[in-house]
C-alpha cells in the first residue's frame, strides 16, 4: 500500500509538472504573439561549400599528411580567385559573374501544404534572380487536393513568366498534381525509377444511406441552387447526382490536360492522359521527361560551373501549433514514464 501511494504521487508531481509547462508556454506564447511578427524564417545554405568540405573531409582521412597540405594550399587558392573575379565583377563588370542556382525543395502531401513556403521561397528568389541564373525545385509530390496543387504550379509558373529558368529535378515521384507542377518546369529530369505521370482526377467517398435507414436515421440536407451538393456520404445518391460529379471531373481533367499542353506542346496528351504512372526510363520515351539522373549528380555537375543556393522558408508557429506540441510532448513523457512504471512492476 505505501509503494502504491509512493508511485501515484510520483504520478501526479509528473502530470503536475507537465501541466505547469504547458501553462508556461501558453503564457510564453501569447507574449512573442503580442510582442513579434508572425513572419517566419528564411534560410540560405551555399551547396558550393557544403559539397567541398564533403570532399575535403574524405581527402584529410585518404591522402598523406604532405598530400593533405597541397590539397589545402590549392583549395585556398582556389577559394581566393574565385573572391577575386566577384569582387571584379561587382565593381566594373570585366569579369563575367558566375552564373547562380537556387535549389528549393517541394515535399507534397495531399493538402499540398508545402505551398505556403514555396510561395516565400519563390518571391524571395524573384527578388534577386536574372534570366541567366537557373531556379531548381527538387520535387517530390504524389498529388492531393486539386486547387492546392493548382496554386502551387501557378507559384511556379511565376519563376517562368519572369523568363528565368526552372529546372524540376524528381528523384521518388512527381504524379498527378505532382506533374501539374513538374509540368510547369522548362525541364523535367528524373531518376530512373521515379513515379511520373497520374495524368487523372479522382473522388471517392463512403456513403452510409443504407446504414443509417436500417436503423431509421433520417438525413436532411437542404439546397439553394440544382448542383450545390450532388453526391453525399449520408444521403441516398441518384444517377444525377454521379453524372454530375462525373462531368466536374472530366471538365478538371480538360484542365489538367490543357495546362500540360500549354508547357510540354510536343507531348502527345491524349496518350497519357489516362491517369496511368509510369517510372523514370519510360517516362522519358513517352516524353514525360526530358532527361533521366538523379538531383544528386545533378547538382554536384552544376556546382563546378555555378553557385549553388539552397533557400528554405520556415514559417513561425502558431500559438495553437505550439500548445497542441506542447501537450503531445507532455502526454507523451507521461505515457512513457507509465509504461516503464509497468515493465519494472512485471519484471523486477
Request: glycine share 8%.
Amino acid at each position: 500500500m505505501t509503494q502504491f501511494l509512493l508511485d501515484y504521487g510520483l504520478f501526479l508531481a509528473k502530470a503536475l509538472t507537465v501541466l505547469v509547462a504547458i501553462v508556461a508556454v501558453i503564457v510564453f506564447s501569447v507574449g512573442m504573439t503580442r510582442k513579434g511578427s508572425h513572419e517566419g524564417e528564411l534560410t540560405v545554405e551555399k551547396l558550393n561549400d557544403k559539397y567541398r568540405n564533403l570532399r575535403l573531409q574524405l581527402g584529410q582521412a585518404l591522402l598523406g599528411k604532405a598530400e593533405r597540405k597541397k590539397e589545402l594550399k590549392q583549395e585556398k587558392k582556389q577559394r581566393k580567385a574565385e573572391e577575386k573575379a566577384r569582387e571584379a565583377s561587382a565593381r566594373d563588370g570585366s569579369v563575367p559573374a558566375r552564373r547562380r542556382a537556387y535549389v528549393i525543395d517541394f515535399k507534397g502531401d495531399i493538402r499540398a501544404t508545402g505551398v505556403a513556403s514555396l510561395r516565400e521561397e519563390i518571391s524571395a528568389i524573384l527578388g534577386v534572380a536574372t534570366p541567366t541564373d537557373e531556379v531548381v525545385l527538387r520535387l517530390e509530390n504524389f498529388g492531393g487536393a486539386v486547387h492546392e496543387h493548382g496554386l502551387a504550379a501557378s507559384q511556379l509558373k511565376r519563376v517562368r513568366d519572369r523568363g528565368i529558368p526552372l529546372t524540376a529535378i524528381v528523384d521518388k515521384g512527381a504524379a498527378s498534381g505532382g506533374y501539374l507542377m513538374a509540368c510547369v518546369a522548362n525541364r523535367i529530369i528524373a531518376a530512373p525509377f521515379a513515379v511520373i505521370g497520374s495524368i487523372g482526377v479522382i473522388a471517392q467517398l463512403p456513403n452510409f444511406h443504407r446504414l443509417l435507414d436500417a436503423r431509421g436515421v433520417d438525413f436532411e440536407q437542404i439546397t439553394a441552387g440544382k448542383y450545390k451538393r450532388t453526391v453525399t456520404m449520408f444521403g441516398q445518391n441518384t444517377d444525377a447526382d454521379r453524372a454530375k460529379l462525373r462531368d466536374e471531373l472530366e471538365d478538371v481533367h480538360a484542365l489538367f490536360k490543357q495546362m500540360v499542353t500549354t508547357h510540354r506542346p510536343a507531348l502527345d496528351v491524349e496518350a497519357v492522359a489516362t491517369g496511368e504512372h509510369w517510372y523514370g526510363s519510360r517516362a522519358l520515351e513517352l516524353k514525360l521527361v526530358d532527361a533521366i539522373e538523379t538531383s544528386d549528380d545533378y547538382l554536384h555537375r552544376s556546382a563546378e560551373s555555378a553557385d549553388l543556393y539552397r533557400v528554405s522558408y520556415k514559417a513561425r508557429p502558431t500559438l495553437q501549433q505550439r500548445v497542441l506540441s506542447a501537450i503531445r510532448s507532455g502526454a507523451d513523457e507521461v505515457a512513457a514514464w507509465v509504461l516503464q512504471r509497468d515493465r519494472d512492476a512485471r519484471f523486477p
